[in-house]
């Protein structure tokens, strides 16, 4: 993700221009994604088609608008995890998607084979920390959500890369972290 200039005020996350780039899975097909917020402005870029986005969170809500102006009505069926399945609608057509972050999934194999044995979870973004999922010394598998950031007002679960004990929570709920900041450290 990259971002264009410094935050707007003190623990606030509203960067003028953001870019993160993704692969998508929908109905069955890899495609690639690209979303960039320009200030207020969402914008998605789907296998070169541009599409702008108003999103209403609260209800899971998407108007989409095309660059030949026709609006698509979309309900995301359930919260969006990295690399789960979840279903969109489009009017009333269902499409199973599933979004993966390339950088994530280099980071978390990164992460996986530190030489000391220590799996560290790393944010890999600027964001807010909005819920810690376990404690100090817990036993966790191998993709168990570890900590909750939540950047460009998505929230993003941080998973054990492998199983183990959580030897370290370097951060508590409402902190602000950097990208490269290390959220957890699993041995």
Same mark, same amino acid.
């Given at each position: @993700?990259?971002?264009?200039?410094?935050?707007?005020?003190?623990?606030?996350? /509203?960067?003028? %221009?953001?870019? *993160?780039?993704?692969?998508?899975?929908?109905?069955? %097909?890899?495609?690639?994604?690209?979303?960039?917020?320009?200030?207020?402005?969402?914008?998605?870029?789907?296998? &070169?088609?541009?599409?702008?986005? /108003?999103?209403?969170?609260? #209800?899971?809500?998407?108007? *989409?608008?095309? =660059?030949?102006?026709?609006?698509?009505?979309?309900?995301?069926?359930?919260?969006?995890?990295?690399?789960?399945?979840?279903?969109?609608?489009? +009017?009333?057509?269902?499409?199973?998607?599933?979004?993966?972050?390339?950088?994530?999934?280099?980071? =978390?194999?990164?992460? &996986?084979?530190?030489?000391?044995?220590?799996?560290?979870?790393?944010?890999?973004?600027?964001?807010?920390?909005?819920? !810690?999922?376990?404690?100090? +010394?817990?036993?966790?598998?191998?993709? %168990?959500?570890?900590?909750?950031?939540?950047?460009?007002? @998505?929230?993003?679960?941080?998973?054990?890369?492998? #199983?183990?004990?959580?030897?370290?929570?370097?951060?508590? !709920?409402? #902190? %602000? !972290?950097?990208?490269? /900041?290390?959220? #957890?450290?699993?041995?």
């Amino acid at each position: @993700m990259e971002d264009g200039g410094p935050p707007s005020g003190p623990g606030n996350l /509203d960067y003028s %221009t953001r870019k *993160m780039k993704l692969r998508a899975i929908i109905a069955g %097909t890899e495609t690639n994604v690209e979303i960039r917020r320009e200030g207020n402005r969402v914008a998605a870029s789907i296998n &070169g088609r541009n599409y702008e986005l /108003d999103v209403h969170q609260s #209800a899971l809500q998407i108007l *989409m608008r095309d =660059a030949d102006g026709q609006v698509f009505n979309c309900r995301v069926e359930s919260a969006p995890s990295a690399s789960q399945p979840f279903d969109v609608f489009v +009017g009333t057509t269902r499409y199973s998607m599933t979004l993966v972050d390339p950088k994530r999934l280099r980071a =978390a194999a990164a992460a &996986g084979g530190h030489a000391d044995g220590a799996a560290r979870i790393v944010a890999p973004m600027p964001g807010k920390v909005v819920r !810690v999922l376990v404690e100090h +010394g817990a036993q966790v598998e191998a993709g %168990t959500g570890v900590v909750v950031v939540e950047a460009m007002k @998505m929230q993003n679960e941080m998973k054990a890369p492998r #199983a183990g004990t959580v030897s370290a929570i370097n951060v508590e !709920v409402g #902190a %602000t !972290v950097n990208g490269g /900041d290390v959220l #957890a450290v699993i041995e």
